[in-house]
């Protein structure tokens, strides 16, 4: 079947502690993003990758990383989170051809105290 | 700067009539536009896209209407269910980048 998924779907952590939320996807596609979601904001793009070992920023990168080290991860990783990070985070990959459909794993809902 | 915007955050329909959800837009270079529904608890999934080059695409119970000049789309559900109930979110792409607006979540009565 072919999906996304994401580890953990739920979690709690403290300020300052650091954490990785994993993303992989079964179709053998390129281009991957991370997005959250905040109420009345809908989804914003954190970062994305358009291939392995080529990532780029999207329109709220502040305070996350990202790497691609193979084509089906892209784990999310906060060094330091703070509480402004609490959102509901979705992993979502995207193959090749129009209409550029993008399929999203589960989610992550991410508390910091 | 919210490029894609859907400025009704609910919206409540009777089981059987049409639901009429709708989004607006400020870029004209966007090239494709999708919309896609969520439910609590899942991740969002695709439903049905159309292309800038276009001014209706259907499937199904739902049709997409785009109007260029005005710089609007709108998503048409006939005759709507209660298992559509759900978040729905448009969506704009400029060059593969989807750009979300902020989310419509329809509740459809029995």
């Known amino acids: 079947e072919a999906q996304v998924t994401q580890n953990p779907r739920y979690l709690i952590t403290v300020t300052g502690k650091k954490l990785t939320v994993t993303c992989s996807q079964n179709?053998?596609?390129?281009?991957m993003s991370w997005y959250r979601q905040d109420p009345g904001l809908g989804l914003r793009q954190i970062y994305y990758?358009?291939?392995?070992?080529?990532?780029d920023k999207g329109d709220v990168p502040e305070g996350y990383k990202v790497s691609r080290k193979e084509k089906r991860n892209f784990p999310l990783i906060l060094e330091s989170p703070s509480p402004n990070q609490t959102s509901l985070y979705f992993c979502?990959?995207?193959?090749?051809?129009?209409?550029?459909?993008?399929?999203f794993g589960p989610g992550t809902r991410l508390l910091v105290l | 700067d919210q490029q894609v915007k859907q400025n009704s955050p609910s919206l409540s329909v009777q089981e059987g009539r049409i639901s009429i959800l709708n989004c607006d837009y400020t870029n004209s270079m966007f090239d494709y536009f999708l919309w896609y529904k969520k439910y609590p608890a899942e991740g969002p999934t695709f439903l049905i896209s159309?292309?800038?080059?276009?001014d209706k695409n259907e499937d199904g119970r739902f049709t997409v209407f785009l109007n260029k000049s005005a710089k609007h789309l709108s998503l048409h559900i006939v005759p709507s269910q209660p298992g559509d109930s759900a978040v729905y979110f448009c969506?704009?792409?400029?060059?593969?980048?989807?750009?979300f607006g902020q989310g419509t979540t329809l509740q459809v009565k029995p």
């Open positions: 979502a990959s995207r193959g090749d051809h129009p209409p550029k459909t993008q399929y």
């Open positions: 159309i292309s800038s080059i276009k």
């Open positions: 179709m053998n596609h390129e281009y």
């Open positions: 990758s358009m291939n392995v070992e080529v990532t």
């Open positions: 969506a704009a792409s400029p060059t593969g980048k989807l750009i």
